[in-house]
């Protein structure tokens, strides 16, 4: 399978503990993207990486938040003190390169259930 | 700021042609996009239009982009079943970010 892998699928965790996720991306797609999606919204934008570089990150990450490509290829996300609000699926695309050309490509998602 | 607005709610029965609309405000965006999502399921991107095109047909597909209005359209034709789904516009901005409609959900009715 070369499509965007993420692990793990579900995550259930209980309030103020730490998780983190990962996406895998397709082989040589050097732009990697976070997105979270809450019920019944549309994918909201988190950060993005070119290569190891993480050039964008969204106000919507507080400093629980973060995120890391060290050798360009996988990524972590790690939420701190994990809050019942950052219940939400974790999605993580990537594209080949140019900005906005030819789309992103999605991976199934990390749903997160923090009790 | 960026924004993307889309009807929430389209049911068609089986065999008609379904419209999707999606409405946009960044005029400056190079590419607008059309994502499929199944229940439980991540994004699969159905396709996408450049901002100098007027229209795309892609087999059942054809989107039309209004770029004055900034205004998108999917239609699909011969609807099935397995259409059934949440589809999702998407402009990306300049740094390749995608801001993403709410969704419209499409019923298909046999």
């Known amino acids: 399978d070369t499509g965007v892998s993420q692990d793990p699928r579900h995550k259930i965790t209980k309030r103020g503990q730490n998780v983190t996720?990962?996406?895998?991306?397709?082989?040589?797609?050097?732009?990697?993207?976070?997105?979270?999606?809450?019920?019944?919204?549309?994918?909201?934008?988190?950060?993005y990486f070119q290569n190891e570089a993480q050039l964008e990150k969204s106000r919507l990450l507080s400093?629980?938040?973060?995120?890391?490509?060290?050798?360009g290829s996988f990524s972590t996300l790690e939420i701190q003190r994990t809050e019942q609000g950052d219940s939400a699926m974790y999605l993580c695309a990537s594209s080949p390169g140019l900005a906005g050309t030819g789309g992103q490509f999605f991976g199934p998602g990390t749903r997160l259930t923090v009790l | 700021g960026e924004d993307v607005e889309q009807s929430l709610f389209l049911s068609v029965r089986e065999g008609d042609s379904s419209v999707i609309n999606c409405t946009y405000t960044d005029s400056s965006s190079t590419y607008l996009y059309w994502y499929k999502q199944e229940?439980?399921?991540?994004?699969?991107?159905?396709?996408?239009?450049?901002?100098n095109m007027d229209m795309k047909q892609d087999q059942r597909l054809t989107v039309l982009l209004n770029k004055k209005?900034?205004?998108?359209?999917?239609?699909?034709?011969d609807t099935q079943t397995g259409d059934s789904a949440i589809y999702f516009c998407a402009e990306s901005s300049n740094?390749?970010?995608?801001?993403?409609?709410?969704g419209t959900t499409l019923q298909v009715k046999p």
């Open chain 1, 21 to 47: 996720f990962r996406c895998d991306p397709i082989s040589e797609h050097n732009r990697l993207y976070w997105y979270r999606q809450t019920l019944g919204q549309g994918p909201e934008f988190l950060t």
């Open chain 2, 95 to 102: 740094t390749g970010k995608l801001i993403f409609g709410q």
């Open chain 2, 69 to 77: 209005d900034k205004h998108l359209s999917l239609r699909i034709a």
């Open chain 2, 39 to 51: 229940p439980g399921a991540g994004l699969q991107l159905l396709t996408y239009i450049f901002s």
């Open chain 1, 63 to 71: 400093d629980r938040f973060s995120a890391e490509r060290p050798k």
